[in-house]
């Protein structure tokens, strides 16, 4: 049988290709999701040029036999940054129009989902954290009306956060498909969040292989010269033979891990 092995969340550098591809291919990987790097972007024009920039990467993975999902969209934390060229109306129309590039590049079969978006993941003055999820609501609401999944960066969440995330966003923009990028393992009660869950060994462990609704990721930060951050590029491969060896049924992981298709294409 033949085993698919899919990576929810990674990067990848130009330069850090042939070292990926040699990497996760070794280890038995066989799908990913490649989303985009735009976290030094404060200007559309730097966020449609990394969005480019990680399709073509994708045509690259792609001849080399690899499955590939792409997320594009701009990153949150840019916001603060952002605030010493433009003023918050400015920074608002800038991510508005960083989104709808998104969505026509989804709409031509270019990509597939917008990510990853949403808050930050530390502590920051109030004001850039209410600018952040008007900026997430608008986002959720232009991804909603066309069905586009949404990979959302935040906090780190438990299930009643993820319950409020998921139930203001639907109701300022009706029925969503989300996804948690490096969520805790919360597989159930969180209200229709996708989980995406590092994948540590504990996390293999504790999510329900065999049915569909979750994600494993690596969130390898794309740089061949520091591939322990976040984690190495062979994880999910390494973690899928683990679980293998311990008896987890050969079957039961390919439902899981096949669940990519119907979620993102």
Known sequence: MNLTIFDNHVHIKNEAIDFYVKIYKKHGGTALNLVNL???????ECFIAEYERNIKVSKILRENGLEVVVTIGPYPVNIIDMHRYYN?????EIYRNATRKAIKLIDEGKANAIGEVGRFHFEVDKI??????????????????QNIPIIIHSESL?????????NDLNKNCGNLKIVKHFSRPIFNLNCGIIPSVPASRDNARKAPWGKKGFFVETDFAGDESNPNFVLPPDSVPKRVKMLIQEGVEIDDINTSMN???EFYI
């Open 38 to 44: 735009t976290e030094s972007c404060v200007n559309l």
């Open 88 to 92: 918050s109306g400015e920074i608002f």
């Open 128 to 145: 850039y954290q209410e600018e952040a999820n008007e900026i997430l609501k608008m986002i959720a609401c232009e991804a909603h009306d």
């Open 158 to 166: 438990d299930d009643r956060g993820m319950c409020e995330l998921f």
């Open 259 to 261: 669940f990519y298709r």
